[in-house]
């Protein structure tokens, strides 16, 4: 049943070159496809049949050079037709019927709002037409569009625009040709009632390419934003790695109907309205970076991804986990560095790891699986840009893009594999990154656990590193990772120290990069005294659990002083969480070294020199899914009451702080996307933000106040989510009044749901079915899904994990239903039972039974995979 990654073999035929016509109708959409095939001389199957995969597909008529192949000179294997007696090279014909109107799983061509559109990454092309879908069959692709002039006035594809008319009965039609081989998933088209705007961009070596960004026409105002990102993030890749765009037109198209965030066509991308639709009133600054960083990874894949793509989908990583780290390095080089670092590991924290250490787990390469679509994971995708960020950290700038440009030089046009990338690395640098393989085949997230001592005969201090794997078969024999490990240290009066280390090639220096590729290693630091305090892995420089053992007081010393923020912040983490932990397991109160933390905090609050945005991320708390993870055995109401008493006590003890610090940003300027105003607004509503958790009630008239007075989303929306999850008497209101104002804007109304979805209350799970029944609620689309079903089973565990089982209950009971409309969003939300073994056993046996009636039932590959997985014995 699951596929292997092991028994890949190159495809037995190449198409060169497909022709299709579609001729488009809501209903019945009829699809005419020519394809030009040959044997592939690398074959190892030399004498295999033509095999071409189809699903749901109405077959009208097969033909080969011209003649009719009948019933019995064809057969049917699980979703492939295999055509006996093709010759070597030959003209396929098929002639199928499709229904995008019927299709609710939103893959294949599917019908959305006025609009027909496709997504076949990975496996969709094969719901609209026979094919050989995979992505090493690379295929040249012309595209004839037919269809009502009145219904479908805008008919997209990939590549160019070669011929357009009119046809009869108020039809028209247009063709699309890509010059570039491409696989099938990256084939797409649109068409319907669009309305769009356009832009143009001149290349580095002076092509001018015409942009277009189209979505509904109601929505055209708040397409500036994305045409804005679209055009920095193409300026930026030519800037930092060479690479320009490589055709005369570029299109993006926004719904409201997409599975997942966006998808990198070919010259056609397709987007959730979510990414593409930006203005500051209906659209926080969040939303902005978000757009601009999604607009931007899409482009991205346009090299990496399109024209180097990968060999089979156990490679997703080669292009996912490079774009995405190449998206981070854009933000990073746009906006605040520290912060976008820090921001990136909470993510990865909070929901790469938890991943890593379920049931779920896989190598960032997965070795099997039952359905792809389960596997665009964050292991993937975050653990796989860590991937590529440590052969960066490890090779150095220079030496990365000297790999980038030999992976290009001898990868463009080509499929291949994670493989590939690290022998372009390694080659184009003189160097063996042979362990380093390694990263691509374990499983889990490891450990590095370090220990210092002074050695007094040498003065040197000795910093001993030890690395361990989580039990797996797949790490058994796997021998120790290449890891590297950055360090530094703070001196008694907490300033920066410049050791050297012993046996390295590099002078005294503030942060030293320790390569471990050993079980375990000692290294020597000349230039420290014995009371030198570590700071260890660096902006995170490896995706690893790193322990030591640090004092109380020390981490306290770090979250006030470590020069490297993503560790200054670590180590604020890393206190709040020891203080959560001793409160977990107290029947009430928290410890006196709740006192560390609260001056920590104050020094932040009034530090006038800092960043006001890396401020805000200073002064965060581990959320209680993250608690969660590190219990032994989890008590959701122990971890919500205890750190619901932490952030009142630090609420009450720094009332004043906050205040000020709320005072001094709060303004009336009109807004603006200026960095500065943004990381006030930052700032000012993460102080909002914990004096509503004040036991003082106060703070509820100035965020009502906020919220009334506010002329963009950002403040509006935090105001708003400050009384509904503070529980203010306001909030009945200023809920009322923001459904009242954004009625007919599906995304707004996406927040409006998720604040009331995710509120801390176990009461909301009689919420939850209320919420359903609103009528701009609907189970077909996804955004309002992962809003209202998503938000309270992922992001609100005191309602989910509620002890009487009516969250797994409803959430189960959504997801039977859900499976038969769309297997793929029901899968993503089956993943909130993947940790049930680790539930205290009320809970564990409650989650259990609802995993055990959902195996019960008739399930999808998609959600089937997930629960067999889930109720598989651990090992
Ligand atoms: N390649 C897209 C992106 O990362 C994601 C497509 C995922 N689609 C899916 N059906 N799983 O940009
Ligand atoms: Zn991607």
Redesign the pocket.
Known sequence: KPTLRRDYHPPAWLIDQAELTLKLDRDTTRVHARLFVRRNPDSDASRAPLALAGVGLTTRAVRVNGNPVTHGQRRHEGEEMIIGSVPDQAEVETEVEIAPSANTAL?GLYAAGNMLLT?C??E?FRKITWFPDRPDVMTRFRVRLEGSRSEFPVLLSNGNCIEQGELDGGEHYAVWEDPFPKPSYLFAIAAGRLASISDTFITASGRTVALQIHSEPDSLDRLAHAMGSLKRAMRWDEERFGLEYDLDVYHIVATHDF??????NKSLNIFNARYVLADHETATDADFEAVEAVIA??YF?NWT?NRVTCRDWFQLTLK?GL?VFRDQEFTSDLHSRPVKRIQDVTDLIARQMPEDAGPMAHPVRPERYVEI?NF?TATV?EKGAEVVRMYQTLLGHDGFRRGLDLYFQRHDGQAVTCDDFLAAMGDANGRDLGRFERWYRQVGTPTVRAATRFDADQGELVLSLEQSLPEHPDNADLGPLLIPVAVGFLDADNRPLQPVLVGGDTGPSETVLLVLDREREEYRFRGLQADALPSLLRDFSAPVHLEYDWSLEQLARLAGFDPDAVNRWRAGRRLAERILHEGIKRPAGLPDTVALLASAWRATLSDPALDPALAAELLSLPSEAELAEQCEQVDPEAIHRARTDLATYLADHLTAELNAVFQRLDSDRAWSADAAEIARRRLKNIALHWLSAASDRTWSVQAEAQYRRADNMTDRFAALRALVHGNADEADAALADFAERFADDALVMDKWFAVQATRPDPAVAEVLPKLMEHPAFSLRNPNKVRAVVGGFAMANPVAFHRADGAGYRQVADIIAQLDVINP?VAARLAAAFARWQRYEPGRAERMQGELERLAGGRLSPDVGEIVAAALRPAK
């Open positions: 893959e997504q990454e990975p969709g599975n997942m965030g966006a998808m990198e990874h899409e894949h991804g996912e774009t679509n665009y995708y793929q």
